[in-house]
Nanobody
């Protein structure tokens, strides 16, 4: 079992930066691929970024590429999402997810956090 707790959300102005953290329980965090997703009001959950446990390879949604960076610190059992140049359309609840598989799509992640709200004002 893995428990995930997100933090770092908040209200910021457009153009600002924010870093989300996701702390994971368990002793084998380094063997979990991690992902970030978001869900805006009235919209479906969408993929934001992921990082593979086996080689650290990272993938991003086109909408955040060049602005967001996913990273992990296995010693701290934490995955981060650095968000720069935030836009009002980035407003959403952000969730982190974990799975033992190397390559994972949204619906396959086994473990999910409760989410943290990010609101970007114009």
């Amino acid at each position: 079992q893995v428990q995930l707790v997100e933090s770092g959300g908040g209200l910021v102005q457009a153009g600002a930066s924010l870093t989300l953290s996701c702390a994971a329980s368990g002793r084998t965090f380094s063997r979990y691929s991690m992902g970030w997703f978001r869900q805006a009001p009235g919209k479906e959950r969408e993929f934001v970024a992921r990082i593979r446990w086996i080689d650290g390879l990272r993938y991003y949604a086109d909408s955040v590429k060049g602005r967001f960076t996913i990273s992990r610190d296995n010693a701290k059992n934490t995955v981060y999402l650095q968000m720069n140049s935030l836009k009002p359309e980035d407003t959403a609840v952000y969730y982190c997810a974990a799975d033992r598989k190397v390559d994972v799509t949204g619906s396959e992640y086994a473990y999910w956090g409760q989410g943290t709200q990010v609101t970007v004002s114009s």
